[in-house]
T-cell receptor, first 114, second 112 residues
């Protein structure tokens, strides 16, 4: 199997606070994990790529100081949205890659910043 | 710039018919091709991967790859209302992380 979990599934926070989202590969070791965001009725947008034990690679236009990514082990990556604002409200989805090419997605985290 | 193109739809297909979804890609050195299904409000789910020219069948799904034409397709036989979703085509390049290049997706509607 290839199961990826994400926690929390839904979070509401106040503007200015920080939110941490966890992504775990439950039954395999993930060589690489990816973080995406998706606005309603829009395409997936890759935010960053992370490999265990090294710094994440951010896509152009994604602020690394605002979206902190830590990939501490082969089964866990975290995304922290710092000083969240209403425009950060979105659907955040992680995926994990097994050895090979296929990516498996977590169920996503819906973030609402009030 | 590497691109993956899909018709956004919606593609409307009667229940029981064959749904045909198409995708073209720009990078000739692409090696791996994927179809994901995404229901509204949910995350994408991998349904097919294909790596070599020809057809690959899995249940009601058939993926077709033609590298010379830079074209990949997904056929869904005996379409069911539960197949109604957005289908995303993704292509992997040769970078070290096998990052996927995504199409914008085709919305498929199966009409009972």
């Amino acid at each position: 199997g290839a199961v990826v979990s994400q926690h929390p599934s839904r979070v509401i926070c106040k503007s200015g606070t920080s939110v941490k989202i966890e992504c775990r590969s439950l039954d395999f070791q993930a060589t690489t994990m990816f973080w995406y965001r998706q606005f309603p009725k829009k395409s997936l947008m890759l935010m960053a790529t992370s490999n265990e034990g090294s710094k994440a690679t951010y896509e152009q236009g994604v602020e690394k100081d605002k979206f902190l990514i830590n990939h501490a082990s082969l089964t866990l990556s975290t995304l922290t949205v710092t000083s969240a604002h209403p425009e950060d409200s979105s659907f955040y989805i992680c995926s994990a890659r097994k050895v090979g090419y296929e990516q498996y997605f977590g169920p996503g985290t819906r973030l609402t910043v009030t | 710039q590497k691109e993956v193109e899909q018709n956004s739809g919606p593609l409307s297909v009667p229940e029981g018919a064959i749904a045909s979804l198409n995708c073209t890609y720009s990078d000739r050195v692409s090696q791996s091709f994927f179809w994901y299904r995404q229901y509204s409000g949910k995350s994408p789910e991998l349904i097919m991967s294909i790596y070599s020219n020809g057809d690959k069948e899995d249940g009601r799904f058939t993926a077709q790859l033609n590298k010379a034409s830079q074209y990949v397709s997904l056929l869904i036989r005996d379409s069911q209302p539960s197949d109604s979703a957005t289908y995303l085509c993704a292509v992997s390049g040769m970078d070290s992380n096998y990052q996927l290049i995504w199409g914008a997706g085709t919305k498929l509607i199966i009409k009972p």
